[in-house]
């Protein structure tokens, strides 16, 4: 497993968003539009790889000074409990620690909210409703 920094437009960026178009996106009905792709060059992007082939990914996104927020988590089907994702949020915290970000936040998917709160996080809203699907605000402080 490498754990590793993703540049926007490569070979790897291409598999980040086939990665995510089938598990976050297609289920739903959705798409990425050119719009979508190109605010992304901003974003601070992660992968986890078994060789070459993207198992794990996630995005991070500044949202004000000293806080990011994790978006766009997703891990193949069949390896999600395997540990892939743990590592990707143990690298994701780092990097944004590293980067000088104090907190960070998202917008977690109801099914996930034992995934994340194992790792630290913490409710911070009410239900809402984001692409059709539960999700609530969580967030931890990074020290």
Do not use: W
Request: one cysteine or more; hydrophobic letters at 40%; charged letters at 30%.
């Amino acid at each position: 497993m490498a754990l590793k920094f993703i540049d926007h437009g490569t070979k790897e960026y291409n598999q980040m968003i086939d990665l995510r178009m089938q598990i976050l996106r297609a289920p739903l009905g959705l798409t990425f539009t050119k719009e979508d792709l190109e605010q992304e060059k901003n974003d601070i992007l992660l992968g986890c790889f078994d060789e070459e082939q993207l198992e794990g990914c996630c995005l991070l996104t500044e949202i004000e000074p000293g806080t990011v927020k994790l978006r766009q988590m997703a891990v193949l089907d069949g390896l999600q409990g395997k540990g892939i994702g743990r590592a990707l949020m143990n690298f994701a915290e780092n990097v944004a620690r590293d980067a000088g970000y104090k907190k960070l936040t998202m917008h977690a998917r109801k099914s996930a909210l034992g995934f994340y709160e194992k790792l630290g996080y913490t409710i911070c809203s009410d239900e809402f409703e984001e692409v059709t699907v539960p999700h609530y605000i969580m967030e931890k402080k990074l020290r």
